[in-house]
């Protein structure tokens, strides 16, 4: 409604700030509005959003990202540890002071919290390779290195009474036990589990992220951890967060590729384990 020669003023969102100005629309029929950019052009109309319209017409909507710097600072992790003790936080808010800040694409909070879920926290702490975790993750070699050093301090300076006693892996439903940790993951995991003479876990390795074909999982990936470690055997895992633990024929495929280059090298594979949600199965093969 106009009042004397004064119209009613609506803001028109534009892709850079140059182009916000306001225009009067008292005479544009259907939410439409002509407008101007910073140089005094008249544009074509351009529809307000109207949930009349259809929806190719209108424009698209703005979408607010809650970042870290949004947050009140009692809801910030570092002054959440200054105030009431690292107790008080998540592993996630942990892992983001070791992070400190984000990229230009990612916050550092929502950065810790993809990792967590994407990846598994027993994951991220078992990897001692930084160049390795920065390209399994998605995240600068910096903070990998971050990360790396931190988890290794917490192995060096805290060892539970149990540390010692080491882990024997004899069956299927000892590896599914073992991995718990993979039954809700997203995404696929392939893991390998790499033993003595005497089936005592002497080295746990994540091998690859994302879904396996042959081309993807190569044998010098699953078997340089061994000869790294002096294993004297493999057991392969991954994980299918569909929650079917029927074996793919791509599955199988890799089981028989990895079981030729072991017996070159001497190094059994005893199983490839798939690990779903609430039931497991092992590859069918020769071993």
């Known amino acids: 409604m106009q009042t004397g ?19 009067s629309d008292g005479n544009a029929p259907n939410g439409m509005s002509d407008y101007q950019n910073s140089a005094g052009k008249k544009l074509s109309a351009s529809p307000l959003y109207n949930a009349s319209l259809p929806p190719e017409t209108r424009p698209e909507d703005r979408t607010y990202v809650f970042r870290l710097r949004d947050l009140p600072n009692e809801q910030k992790p570092r002054e959440k540890l200054l105030k009431n003790g690292p107790t008080a936080l998540s592993i996630a808010e942990l892992v983001a002071i070791i992070l400190n800040v984000g990229t230009r694409r990612e916050d550092v909070l929502a950065m810790s919290r993809r990792l967590l879920k994407e990846y598994g926290d027993s994951v991220i702490v078992a990897q001692k390779d930084p160049a390795k975790v920065g390209e399994l993750l998605d995240i600068p070699i910096g903070k990998a290195c971050q990360l790396v050093a931190c988890f290794e301090l917490g192995r060096r300076l ?4 149990d540390a010692r006693r080491p882990v024997t892996i004899r069956t299927a439903s000892q590896v599914y036990e073992y991995l718990k940790d993979m039954r ?16 005592r876990l002497i080295h746990d390795e994540l091998i690859s992220i994302g879904t396996l074909t042959s081309n993807i999982v ?14 004297a055997a493999v057991i392969l895992a991954h994980n299918h967060p569909s929650g079917i633990a029927k074996p793919s024929d791509a ?3 890799i089981t028989l590729q990895v079981i030729k280059a072991g017996k070159v090298l001497g190094i059994d ?4 384990v798939i690990v779903a949600k ?6 069918p093969a020769e071993y």
Do not use: I
């Not at 805290?158 to 009474?161: K, Q």
């Not at 594979?269 to 490839?272: A, C, E, F, Q, T």
């Open 184 to 199: 809700d993951l997203p995404k696929e995991h392939l893991r390998g589990l790499y033993l003595d003479s005497r089936y």
């Open 158 to 161: 805290f060892r539970p009474a």
């Open 269 to 272: 594979l005893l199983d490839h």
């Open 5 to 23: 020669t004064m119209a009613q003023k609506r803001r028109v969102y534009r892709q850079s700030d140059s182009d916000l100005v306001f225009k």
């Open 218 to 231: 190569h044998p010098r990936e699953v078997f340089r951890p061994a000869l790294e470690y002096s294993a």
């Open 278 to 283: 609430n039931k497991y199965e092992s590859v």
């Open 251 to 253: 599955d199988l495929a």
